[in-house]
T-cell receptor
Framework: DTAVSQTPKYLVTQMGNDKSIKCEQNLGHDTMYWYKQDSKKFLKIMFSYNNKELIINETVPNRFSPKSPDKAHLNLHINSLELGDSAVYFC?????????????FGPGTRLTVT | AQSVTQPDIHITVSEGASLELRCNYSYGATPYLFWYVQSPGQGLQLLLKYFSGDTLVQGIKGFEAEFKRSQSSFNLRKPSVHWSDAAEYFCAVGGPNTGFQKLVFGTGTRLLVSP
């Protein structure tokens, strides 16, 4: 079983469209994250949810809206896609009660905006 | 502000040779330090982590890292590199000073392994 899974793996869409990326974790962890990895491989956190509550919201355009229906899922919805949104988006999960801060990553979703 | 510097953008090592990847961090308290590996087209896999205690930590795939507080470093080492080690390696720092479970990543070092 995959610990952290994302769908789709690849997403190609046109500017102006709205798209969603889904993330599910079966680790029983209570915190989930979205990261963006740009073309230079730089990883930057976007959002973090703990028990369905938004904890970290970095400087991200309002077009990006995370939603956590339950502790095992964290979806990312993007409105009015722009060329600069092209990147690989990673979901991750961690267990805060462990105090270890280690995060487990999904395989990534490569978003290409044309 | 917390930051991580990986000074080498890419490194080429011969198969069987030893490897050291550098990582320097800036953090206001005792850091939690991590090394992750990303194979092409894959997600990030945790290699090892340091929280406290023994400053030499062992990880998966034969990797180890040493925490040196005086040098603000957490370098990754492997005594003998295999071709399958070719990947992107990321150092990250976290802990109470970075906010709730937030990790700050370095820019990565790409490892190339020559025959």
């Amino acid at each position: 079983d995959t610990a952290v899974s994302q769908t789709p793996k690849y997403l190609v869409t046109q500017m102006g469209n709205d798209k969603s990326i889904k993330c599910e974790q079966n680790l029983g962890h209570d915190t989930m994250y979205w990261y963006k990895q740009d073309s230079k491989k730089f990883l930057k956190i976007m959002f973090s949810y703990n028990n369905k509550e938004l904890i970290i919201n970095e400087t991200v355009p309002n077009r990006f809206s995370p939603k956590s229906p339950d502790k095992a899922h964290l979806n990312l919805h993007i409105n009015s896609l722009e060329l600069g949104d092209s990147a690989v988006y990673f979901c991750a999960a961690s267990l805060t009660t462990s105090g270890s801060y280690e995060q487990y990553f999904g395989p990534g979703t490569r978003l290409t905006v044309t | 502000a917390q930051s991580v510097t990986q000074p080498d953008i890419h490194i080429t090592v011969s198969e069987g040779a030893s490897l050291e990847l550098r990582c320097n961090y800036s953090y206001g308290a005792t850091p939690y330090l991590f090394w992750y590996v990303q194979s092409p087209g894959q997600g990030l896999q945790l290699l090892l982590k340091y929280f406290s205690g023994d400053t030499l930590v062992q990880g998966i795939k034969g990797f180890e890292a040493e925490f040196k507080r005086s040098q603000s470093s957490f370098n990754l080492r492997k005594p003998s590199v295999h071709w399958s080690d070719a990947a992107e390696y990321f150092c990250a720092v976290g802990g109470p000073n970075t906010g709730f479970q937030k990790l700050v990543f370095g820019t990565g070092t790409r490892l190339l392994v020559s025959p």
